[in-house]
């Protein structure tokens, strides 16, 4: 009798274990909450600033292309024509029609040394449907704050020249102004070509 | 008589020319380049590897460009997200090693050029180095596409 209800208790047991195992492939796993890019970087999908020819800017004037933004500045000696040529690299293993839905914003944290002209000839020397974007530094500073980026000005020893530590991420916005991939400086060509098909 | 102390005068000249010659060869330069930038833009930055063969360290302080108005020796760093640039007094040569001025590295950042610079023309610089003979060196204009170097995963 012992023995009859040590087996059924020895059933009931494996029964339970396997409840819970199938019951487990329809129960989602506990995720593990990522931040959601379009809300933490300029959540609005918007900001206002100075093209080149001295006309305001809408960020949502590019609804329906994706949009690659950077901060940097045309004296840049080495991270801003990088990225520029890893823009470009990404840009070689896209098809035409993918590239025309595609824009390059380039904002300037460096209004003091790039004017209108000096920022279109550069970004236009890269090729890679980009708009370069100035302002007040106010106005600049006001959209760095919204892409949690940072840049600081560091003054040469020896000259009046000066050079500008600043965030080389490339930020990815959709079609409909979200940010949905940063593209980190030590990320490949690939990736980012990658990522822009996703969201073509 | 006199044409043996010529000769030897003769000699001893060519001896500490040589000497001197191969003093100065202790610093070579290789693949020097400097990055092509649009007309209106007027910094650049110039990368190389300098070999030192010589048993002791070379200090490289300065240089010295034709067409900017000044040259100055940096060094890059990726901190997280943001690309710190820094003026380095100076810039150590190890020796028997060398030292490599390449992208997300150290450089000599071509200040205020007077001139727009064309791609594949040859651009004289001057390295300074402490007490030791200056190195000329002819950088090629390239453009930045050819010598990027890409992170591979």
């Known amino acids: 009798m012992k023995r009859n209800l040590l087996i059924k208790l020895t059933l009931a047991g494996i029964g339970i274990c396997l409840l819970i195992i199938v ?5 989602d796993p506990p995720k593990m909450t990522e931040p959601d890019p379009a809300e933490l970087f300029n959540p609005s999908g918007n900001f206002t600033l100075t093209g080149t020819s001295g006309e305001p800017f809408q960020l949502q ?25 890893k823009l470009q690299r990404a840009f070689n293993l896209l098809r ?6 595609v824009r390059t914003v380039f904002i300037s944290v460096d209004p003091a040394r790039d004017n209108p002209r000096l920022l279109q000839e550069y970004v236009e020397y890269f090729g890679v ?13 006001n959209v760095v704050k919204a892409y949690h980026a ?5 003054p040469s020893q020896t000259s009046t020249w000066y050079s500008i530590n600043h965030t080389t991420t490339v930020f990815l916005h959709d079609k409909q102004g979200k940010v949905r991939y940063r593209f980190l400086y030590e990320e490949t060509p690939e990736q980012l070509a990658e990522a822009i098909k996703k969201y073509l | 008589m006199q044409l043996l102390s010529r000769s030897l005068c003769f000699l001893s000249v060519f001896l500490l020319l040589s000497i001197a010659n191969a003093w100065a ?5 290789d693949d020097a380049w400097i990055r092509s930038i649009p007309p209106s833009a007027t910094t650049t930055a110039a990368f190389m590897i300098i070999h030192n063969t010589d048993s002791d360290d070379a200090v490289l302080i300065s240089a010295d460009c034709d ?11 990726q901190v997280g997200e943001i ?11 190890p020796a028997n090693g060398q030292a490599v001025l390449a992208p997300k590295g150290y450089h000599i950042m071509l200040i205020g050029l007077v001139r727009p610079i064309q791609q594949g023309e040859t651009i004289p610089l001057s390295l300074n180095f402490s007490g030791r003979a200056t190195v000329a060196v002819d950088a090629v204009v390239k453009k930045w596409a050819s010598m990027a170097p890409m992170s591979h995963h």
Do not use: W
């Open chain 2, 83 to 93: 690309m710190k640039m820094k003026e380095v007094s100076e810039l150590r040569i």
């Open chain 2, 25 to 29: 060869q202790r610093i070579t330069v």
């Open chain 1, 61 to 85: 004037d590019l609804r329906g292309k994706i949009v690659l933004l950077f901060f940097g500045y045309t004296s840049c000696p080495d991270a801003c024509p990088s990225t520029l040529a």
């Open chain 1, 23 to 27: 019951g487990s492939f329809f129960i």
């Open chain 1, 150 to 154: 940072h840049y600081m000005i560091i």
């Open chain 2, 67 to 77: 067409i900017a108005e000044t040259a100055q020796i940096h060094t890059m760093e």
């Open chain 1, 96 to 101: 035409k029609e993918q590239i025309e839905q």
């Open chain 1, 129 to 141: 449907n980009a708009i370069g974007l100035t302002g007040t530094k106010a106005d600049i500073d």
